[in-house]
């Protein structure tokens, strides 16, 4: 497909560039690795005061007016730079969830979010159900005029950073329409326990238990059923473009070690058996690069196509990240699993995105089902 930038999305993918250039080169990354919260505040208002958290939300609540193109450029310079900020949990996930729900108190707290006010985290799935986040366990009652809920949420990305918790839930008669809900939960609250650990990537997670803890209902099942789509669209699309960025970043140190690098009194890269790994590497990330860009094109679109390009996109990047990072590193032999070189850490995200949202193997067996249905 044919696709050429606005001045507008140049304008946004450049600034976000130039600061991460200047302000998160990889010593700092390292540093933040060691930090009890893990990532950067300071950029994090940084990132809010030049309207990147506002990037996929409507210009009426402060945001950039932005949708899927955008938020691809911007995931793809986080991916780039291998950031380690909340962007996918809060402004992603959570932000998308706001941003569907018709309330007001949905758009006050997106507009903290916009601001760099408020974290979120997003926590919907649940142990034992793997990618499934059709049957939940986590249920909610009516009590004294509000709600409680009960359950176990895991892998909650940023869980313990975040200032409010979206929780999915199944209703109860007497809450609202039976099916699964949406509720604002304070992780400060009573009867929330939150337990936070570092994941491979260095991204932080939690696993959060929910004993009768009081809740706010942010969406009745049917508008819950919209948000947790939409949100989980736009993070396919801001995972598979972030694993772009950081598989650009791969193949470019890679070819820089290959030309460098000596044995024999001649660089590695003369090596033809090389030279075809390299090309077979550069190949996958175009191909990744196309089908990203596919994606983010349709994930404002309903029905099936925008489904089976979600899925199509996600399974592709999982398999061809996985053979960008593993090429890397065995083209680099023993120094490509240093912890003081950046290109490990690069490959050990891109290998994490594939677990996120979906594995290939979900992937593709939801492609197959929407093409079952679409041939029906």
Not at 14 to 43: C, D, I, V, W
Not at 123 to 130: K, L, S, V
Request: glycine content about 10%.
């Amino acid at each position: 497909m044919n696709f050429e930038l606005s001045d507008e999305q140049r304008m946004l993918q450049e600034t976000l560039s130039r600061l991460l250039r200047e302000q998160y080169p990889f010593e700092t990354r390292q540093k933040l690795l060691q930090s009890p919260q893990g990532f950067s505040r300071e950029l994090w208002h940084r990132y809010a005061e030049l309207g990147i958290l506002g990037v996929p939300f409507s210009d009426e609540v402060g945001g950039f007016g932005g949708g899927g193109i955008e938020l691809m450029l911007v995931a793809k310079a986080l991916g780039r730079a291998l950031t380690l900020e909340p962007y996918l949990a809060t402004v992603v996930l959570g932000g998308t969830v706001l941003a569907t729900v018709d309330s007001q108190r949905a758009r006050s707290l997106l507009e903290e979010v916009i601001a760099g006010q408020t974290l979120l985290a997003f926590a919907h799935w649940e142990p034992g159900e793997r990618y499934n986040g059709a049957i939940l366990s986590t249920h909610a009652q009516a009590r004294d005029g509000g709600h409680v809920l009960s359950g176990h949420k895991a892998v909650v990305l940023h869980g313990q950073d975040a200032d409010r918790l979206i929780v999915s839930a199944m209703t109860r008669e007497g809450v609202a329409t039976e099916g699964i809900a949406l509720f604002l939960v304070d992780p400060r609250s009573p009867g929330v326990t939150v337990r936070g650990y570092t994941t491979i990537d260095g991204l932080r997670a939690a696993e959060i238990q929910l004993e009768s803890a009081p809740a706010e209902l942010l969406a009745a099942p049917e508008q819950a059923a919209q948000a947790i789509d939409r949100a989980i669209g736009y993070g396919l699309v801001a995972l598979c473009a972030e694993a772009v960025g950081a598989m650009e970043v791969i193949c470019e140190l890679t070819l820089e070690y290959l030309k460098t690098r000596q044995q024999f009194g001649v660089p590695i890269g003369k090596f033809q058996a090389l030279q075809h790994r390299m090309v077979d590497m550069v190949i996958r990330l175009e191909q990744s690069r196309s089908i990203t860009l596919l994606a983010a094109a349709h994930v404002d679109d309903t029905g099936i196509d925008r489904d089976r390009a979600l899925s199509a996109a996600k399974a592709l990047i999982g398999k061809s990240g996985r053979f960008v990072a593993e090429s890397a590193i065995q083209l680099h032999g023993g120094i490509g699993m240093t912890w003081e070189y950046s290109m490990p850490h690069y490959a050990k995200r891109v290998v994490m995105i594939d677990h996120v949202l979906g594995d290939v193997d979900f992937h593709l067996d939801r492609f197959s089902s929407l093409m079952e249905v679409s041939a029906a």
